[in-house]
């Protein structure tokens, strides 16, 4: 099973990024799909998370309205699409696959994850 995020990069304070995180090794439409992120010094933290219906999904309260989940089966990818970036949200940002199908904001019960990509917001 391999996930390999992409799309991170440098943006301004209200600018925005895509990250896609492409899936291979797994029936991708039967698993949940959730971005935790991890900023220098601190502990991971949840972003969202997708369940593999696609119809229920999880945002955490700091991303709320300004960050979108999506997955697109056919292409095997979860999306993060984030606007109205802050500095605070400067991360390493980790994709990962729920096999029981229903995500968490916990990061325990994701069984596979995708090595990160680095998304740094300047003020």
């Known amino acids: 099973v391999q996930l390999q995020a992409s799309g991170g990069g440098l943006a301004q304070a209200g600018g925005s990024l895509r990250l896609s995180c492409a899936a291979s090794g797994v029936t991708f439409s039967n698993y949940a799909m959730g971005w935790f992120r991890q900023a220098p010094g601190k502990e991971r933290e949840f972003v969202a998370a997708?369940?593999?219906?696609?119809?229920?999904?999880y945002y955490s309260d700091s991303v709320k309205g300004r960050f979108t989940i999506s997955r697109d089966s056919a292409k095997n990818t979860v999306f993060l699409q984030m606007n109205s970036l802050k500095p605070e949200d400067t991360a390493v940002y980790h994709c990962?696959?729920?096999?029981?199908?229903?995500?968490?904001?916990?990061?325990?019960?994701?069984?596979?994850w995708g090595q990160g990509t680095l998304v740094t917001v300047s003020s």
């Open positions: 997708v369940q593999r219906s696609g119809s229920i999904i």
């Open positions: 990962a696959a729920d096999e029981r199908g229903f995500g968490s904001s916990w990061s325990s019960v994701y069984e596979y």
